[in-house]
């Protein structure tokens, strides 16, 4: 055998068995211990279609971070104008982008405005009309900060339900960005769906804060609510009765505490009760704040809010180092976990809506693989028979290059840890077509080429070589196509251009370079005379 026929025989015997091997782990239910060591463990994952599971299509509601943040800056600007000695008759935000400020005294115009200008540069200062020595302004978000703020508020929500959901359990999701404030995805094999939205959609944001004990709840109630406060409710249900009453709580609504400081957050079982509770673990800022306010709070009720719904309002009986907290409640050991996961993911920044929900039983998805298959078999076999009867011997050569193009395509999705979806399946079937049409040009070339009078070696060279710019031309403008749909496509439409785009290349590779090999091998290794085509 010549070297340059060696050289390719050892290409192709490395291609084939680099292809087993990344296949073996998708086949194989169990691997040696020491597979994964030095080998790849990566597998075929099934999409949604194939597998069941879940599809959602969620919004960031981002104007409600704007919103959060205009909050933020009132309760900040309070601090500043306390600190200054700046007197103020009114403060509160105005819309979703604005806050309204009213001082008491002229004098106070200029130094505010400097003071302002220079720890707020994300707001413009406008002045309105007021009351005469009363000077008004109306301090406005600028467009680029407020765009800024809800653009990180779509990337942290993206963040934080990717890891709840890895916390939740779930095998091979699908999550990213979709468009300018949707979240896409997709969770195969999930059990229980009404659980996964509670769990994703939950805003999760914690709040420590002290209940006011100088006024009256019931004077609140009827509308008179000091100012700084806000009434929140304790939702509590009764499993023996069925009912669920709401107890209120007046409450200081400045936050002392955020659940933006913890660092852990763990179930534990309560060994009297027998109930599940929630421990937390604070970073070593916010156990310094907690041991502050514990201390300064003695003897007082301080609140724990989740999402403005009040779990408890425990008395501060001593001052808490150590930076540890726990939340109890009528918890089962689900609601628990799912409440532990959550604060250890983060809060999201934002409310999310549901636009679009999708669930797919794992019946339907054996259908659509045992079809998908089926189609794939049937097809497949059709065009090897037709080949093998139509073309002989070089129609053989045809298709042991196609049963080896859909062995490398299998593989190329384990390689890069694609997932395998039902128009995926249409794709590697589209594929089968295009590996032997390749040949088939090949083959029709190689005739012609025989009916001038030229020997087998002869025809087949020009065969290979004028039929390969046409293959080419095909090949690739097929190839820039998928990768556009891979690019700007979704879903099941990216499943269809991955194997579209693997199945390309692998298809170039089989039908000129493999074929190419085992007609040299025949033509000129064994010289055969006759050309069988």
């Known amino acids: 055998m010549s070297n340059k026929l060696t050289w390719r025989v050892v290409v192709i015997a490395l291609s084939i068995l680099g292809a087993f091997i990344y296949l073996v782990p998708s086949i194989s239910q169990s691997l040696p211990p020491w597979w994964g ?41 309070k601090h500043d104008l306390r600190k200054n000695r700046f007197r103020y008759q009114d403060l509160k935000r105005v819309g979703t982008d604005a806050i309204s400020l009213t001082l008491l005294r002229e004098k106070d115009r200029k130094p505010f405005v400097e003071m302002f200008e220079a720890n707020y540069p994300d707001f413009e200062i406008k002045e309105v009309s007021g009351e005469p020595g009363k000077p008004s302004f109306r301090l406005v978000l600028r467009p680029k900060a407020k765009e800024h703020i809800m653009k990180m508020a779509v990337e942290q929500a993206l963040e934080t339900i990717r890891n709840r959901v890895d916390q939740f359990g779930v095998s091979e999701p699908d999550i990213r960005p979709q468009g300018k404030n949707r979240i896409l995805i997709q969770l195969p094999g999930i059990k229980d769906p009404e659980r996964a939205k509670r769990l994703i959609g939950k805003t999760a944001l914690l709040e420590f804060k002290l209940v006011d004990e100088d006024h009256s709840v019931e004077e609140a109630l009827k509308g008179n609510i000091p100012p700084g406060d806000e009434i929140l409710y304790k939702v509590v249900y009764d499993p023996k009765t069925g009912r669920v009453r709401k107890i209120p709580y007046l409450l200081k609504k400045r936050a002392l505490l955020t659940g933006q400081y913890i660092t852990d957050a763990r179930v534990q079982i309560d060994r009297q009760y027998n109930e599940p509770y929630v421990t937390l673990s604070f970073d070593r800022r916010g156990a310094k704040l907690f041991e502050k306010i514990t201390g300064e709070n003695i003897k007082k009720r301080l609140a724990i809010v989740l999402d403005n719904k009040v779990n408890s309002a425990p008395v501060i009986q001593d001052k808490i180092s150590g930076g540890r907290a726990q939340i109890t409640g009528n918890f089962t050991m689900e609601e628990a976990r799912d409440l532990a996961i959550v604060l250890r993911a983060g809060a999201l920044p934002a409310p999310v809506k549901i636009l679009e929900e999708r669930t797919v039983g794992p019946s339907l998805g054996k259908d659509s693989i045992h079809k998908g298959l089926v189609s794939m078999l049937v097809g497949g076999l059709v065009v090897i028979v037709f080949m093998a009867i139509y073309y002989s011997l070089s129609g053989v050569i045809a298709d042991v290059a196609l049963l080896l193009n859909i062995l490398f395509i299998m593989a190329g999705l384990a390689f890069f840890g694609a997932t395998l979806t039902l128009p995926g399946i249409a794709g590697i079937i589209l594929t ?102």
């Open 432 to 533: 089968i077509g295009m590996s032997v049409d390749a040949n088939v040009l090949i083959f029709e070339r190689i005739r012609e080429e025989s009916r001038l009078g030229k020997t087998p070696r002869a025809a087949i060279d020009a065969g290979y070589s004028k039929a390969l710019v046409t293959i080419l031309d095909a090949n690739i403008t097929t190839l820039i196509a998928a990768l556009v749909l891979f690019q700007f496509g979704t879903g099941p439409v990216r499943g269809f251009a991955v194997t579209l785009s693997i199945g390309i290349i692998s298809s170039l590779f089989t039908a000129i370079f493999v074929t190419r090999v085992i007609f040299d091998y025949l033509y000129l290794q064994r010289r055969m005379k006759k050309l069988r085509i």
């Open 37 to 77: 060591k030095i080998l790849p463990t990566e597998k075929i994952h099934l999409g949604l279609d194939l597998q069941g599971g879940m599809h959602l299509v969620l919004e960031v509601e981002a104007e409600k971070a704007v919103e959060s943040n205009i909050e933020r800056v009132v309760e900040e600007l």
